[in-house]
């Protein structure tokens, strides 16, 4: 007997993903931009200050937590199923990742002004590529290409989780939960010394718990759209204001708006696709490509920038604009042929 494939998603968890992924390529965009002399108008700085862009990473985590709950259902107490998960995990996460460290690391070796970074030893690259935190030269845990620090949290979670799925998934849940947060607990109550041990117990774990539980909501709990509309609005609002929080009450201040938003996308019932609805859950599936491409788009045009911005009070405008189309244009391009097609040729392998 086979476990059945993964559900598809719901729609508007993969619109959400959209989303998020956009606002993280805005905030950095944006950011460079700033950096870079481009808002003479001080428009993207108060768009900066006005929203925390970076809030994209809170709202994934929980849609993982979410997710992996609900695309999971069949290998709960199911015989192999830690194995299927795994397996479909490393399929979804390593293939792109691996290759866009490996070409980050290329084109810094060629030119340290195109991209910005540190290349540490040997240990350092291997921790990089199997998810592990390591401190960089200048001691941030963070992997070689920088946007991995997510993929080690997102690692962590699915090594956690994985042995319970060998429980019914309801006992599997609450116990995941319990671990995790005990984890984080101790971090925050004791400390730990070690690298790893500190990296792994940051608060943001309990985003992962939250999108967990959601996803065990009865069936029944089915809100309308007015109702779905205020947790969006609820949600927005509370992010704009953890906008000046301290950044050590992130797992709260953006992590409740987060789940806020993951709740609004699936607790009701489905809505019947229209053309809109279908494009933003392509732009969905595309947005861990695009997570993982708007570094070197956006590297790509701050070249161009510095070559073609004198005199031009728009050029910042244009330049922001142009970054975040080619970058989710990439990324379609990028789910459509690589993602796509290596998950198909590894399926067929495995």
Known sequence: MRAKPEKNFLPWVQALRAFAALAVAFHHIANDCITNGGDPAGWFTAATKFFPWDAG???FFVISGFVIVHASAKLFAFKGGTKIFLRRRLQRITPLYWLMTTLFLMVLLAGRSTINGDIGGPAYILASYLFIPWPRPDGALQPAFGLGWTLNYEMFFYAVFTPFLLLPRK??????????????????????????????SNPIILEFCAGMILALAPPAISLNIPARLVLVILALTGLHFAAIAPPQWRAATYGIPALLLVAAATLGAP??????????????????????????????????????????????????????????????AVNATFERKIAAVLRARV
């Open 57 to 59: 990473v809170d709202i």
């Open 171 to 200: 006992p599997a849940v609450i116990a995941a939960t319990i671990l995790l947060a005990a984890f984080a607990g101790c971090g925050a109550a004791f400390g730990f010394t070690n690298p790893q041990l500190s990296f792994w």
């Open 271 to 332: 809505a019947k696709l229209s053309g809109i609805d279908r494009a933003l859950v392509r732009l969905g599936d595309a947005s861990y490509a695009l997570y993982l491409i708007h570094p070197f788009i956006m590297r790509a045009f701050t070249v161009l920038w510095h070559k073609f911005h004198e005199g031009n009070e728009l050029a910042g405008t244009i330049y922001v604009i142009a970054g975040l189309t080619v970058a989710q244009a990439c990324a379609v």
